[in-house]
């Protein structure tokens, strides 16, 4: 059974950093472009970050950009995000998503993931002071 599970999440102060996981099994990493998103409470699910099954290609949200970087390690079947200077603003459920995709360049970035396969159970991230 396929399975993404999340975890790096916590409670930091602003400015701070964390460093999330996404570990999947039943399914090999190689295979899927993946993603990251985020639901603050109240509101939509928002898009992160994304990058290529191979890794060379990524892409950023602009709230995130400079800030966050994506990364994988098809060996060890896990995706990374780093998460540097966070803000308050950054407070929210973190999701990877995982994408099946034949493009070893092709990354997906819609608003909501919803081309999206498979889905991580989330990790709370709360930046406060």
């Known amino acids: 059974q396929a399975q993404l599970v999340e975890s790096g999440g916590g409670s930091v102060q602003p400015g701070g950093s964390l460093r999330l996981s996404c570990a999947a099994s039943g399914l090999t990493l190689d295979y899927y472009a993946m993603g990251w998103f985020r639901q603050a409470p109240g509101k939509e699910r928002e898009f992160v970050a994304a990058?290529?099954?191979?890794?060379?290609?990524?892409y950023y949200a602009d709230s995130v950009k400079g800030r966050f970087a994506i990364s994988r390690d098809n060996a060890k079947n896990t995706v990374y995000l780093q998460m540097n200077t966070l803000k308050p603003e950054d407070t929210a459920v973190y999701y990877c998503?995982?994408?099946?995709?034949?493009?070893?360049?092709?990354?997906?970035?819609?608003?909501?993931?919803?081309?999206?396969?498979?889905w991580g159970q989330g990790t709370q991230v709360t930046v406060s002071s």
């Open positions: 998503a995982a994408k099946g995709t034949i493009y070893v360049t092709s990354i997906f970035y819609s608003k909501t993931g919803d081309e999206y396969d498979y």
């Open positions: 990058i290529s099954r191979g890794g060379g290609n990524t």
